[in-house]
């Protein structure tokens, strides 16, 4: 079983994209780090995007992220839409459960353990995963740092 599980965790890190619909999710450098791109025409993807863990031969979501430009962006609707050819890097993933692309913090925030992840993107016209290549994340990074307050006054 062990073998199994080391060939296909060999498998699912040896791809650098994966795309369905016209829509390509890679992973960039540092793991963590990944962009979206519209490969045939305008898409529209919900901004919620989930971490999965592979974990006992299966994938499990473990936190999500949001598929925004920077840290400093407006509130982000529930989806966002990407022109022919658009390509979106959003802020890393930095191995938490939560407040893990900007530096926000939230109730219960946790390390993730090292392993292997995936981002999974969804269109908002039928819900249909789009999942990501598997990645290897050995140690969390610190969130990015938001420049301004997103509290208003």
Not at 95 to 111: F, H, K, L, M
Not at 116 to 137: H, K, N
Request: proline residues 9%.
């Amino acid at each position: 079983m062990k073998i199994f599980a080391a060939t296909a965790a060999a498998f699912l890190l040896a791809a650098g994209s994966t795309h369905a619909q016209n829509v390509s999710v890679r992973n960039l450098t540092p793991p963590g780090a990944f962009e979206v791109v519209s490969e045939g025409g305008e898409v529209s993807l919900s901004s919620r995007v989930q971490v999965q863990l592979f974990s006992n031969g299966t994938w499990g979501k473990v936190a999500h992220v949001q598929l925004m430009r920077d840290c400093n962006s407006p509130p982000i609707p529930a989806c966002v839409t990407l022109h022919d050819g658009e390509h979106l890097q959003p802020p890393p993933w930095s191995g938490y459960t939560c407040g893990s692309q900007c530096s926000e913090g939230c109730r219960a925030n946790i390390v993730l353990p090292p392993g292997m992840f995936r981002f999974v993107v969804a269109l908002c016209s039928s819900g249909e995963s789009i999942a990501g290549p598997a990645f290897d994340m050995e140690e969390p990074r610190e969130p990015a740092q938001r420049t301004g307050s997103p509290r208003r006054k």
